[in-house]
């Protein structure tokens, strides 16, 4: 069955950058975009972008244009999400999902929690 | 920018029926979809473009989706629906986003 496994909880200080891993298995990696969304403390969820993983290719959201970086390594059917310049409101729990080629997200990681804090 | 708005609660007594909004201008002329966050859970996809289910989700969810207002229909709820609901779209005119309703409480009574 489709599984995307995120990495750990992560803590920061403000102006630190922070990287969050998702690592795919039950399907062809490179057949799916992934996403990325957040949450904030009782706040919706916030797209963030998504990277092609066939070729490498991503999509950010103005929001997060300059900050966010999107890279895969198909060798290890793993995404990354770099995130830079990190101020306590990026305090949120971050998920990849997969998108099930419609711009739905069908399956979803576990979520990793970040906090920012001095 | 595109701005999906839910209602912030609903509150339906079991076997009853839950409808959750989600307005949009024009969102009938795009696909949405739907999903249900349980408490400490990642969301999970109930519905997609505007009412097809994934397998494994129950008929009793349904959606529908015209002019301004997408619709998520829960009949003959039971307490394992009490859960915060957020409708999805994707916005191709403004900078590829992925746009997230404001969400929506819904309460078993």
């Known amino acids: 069955q489709v599984q995307l496994v995120q990495s750990g909880p992560a803590v920061k200080k403000p102006g630190a950058s922070v990287r969050v891993s998702c690592t795919a298995s039950g399907y062809t990696f490179t057949s799916h975009l992934l996403h990325w969304v957040r949450q904030a403390p009782g706040q919706r969820l916030e797209w963030m972008g998504w990277?092609?993983?066939?070729?490498?290719?991503?999509r950010y959201s103005q929001k997060f244009q300059g900050r966010v970086t999107i890279i895969r390594d198909t060798s290890a059917n793993t995404v990354y999400m770099d995130l830079t310049s990190l101020r306590s409101e990026d305090t949120a729990i971050y998920y990849c999902a997969r998108d099930g080629a419609g711009y739905y997200l069908d399956s979803w990681g576990q979520g990793t929690l970040l906090t920012v804090s001095s | 920018s595109y701005v999906l708005t839910q209602p912030p609660s609903v509150s339906v007594a079991p076997g009853q029926t839950a409808r959750i909004t989600c307005g949009g201008r024009?969102?009938?002329?795009?696909?949405v979809q739907w999903y249900r966050q349980r408490p400490g859970q990642a969301p999970v996809l109930v519905v997609y473009?505007?009412?097809d289910r994934p397998s494994g989700i129950p008929e009793r969810l349904s959606g529908s989706n015209s002019g301004n207002t997408a619709t998520l229909t829960i009949t003959r709820v039971e307490a394992g629906d009490e859960a915060d609901y957020y409708c999805?779209?994707?916005?191709?005119?403004?900078?590829?986003?992925?746009?997230f309703g404001t969400g929506t409480k819904v309460t078993v009574l």
């Open positions: 999805q779209v994707w916005d191709s005119s403004s900078d590829h986003r992925n746009v």
């Open positions: 024009d969102i009938g002329t795009k696909s």
């Open positions: 990277i092609h993983t066939g070729n490498g290719n991503a």
């Open positions: 473009d505007d009412s």
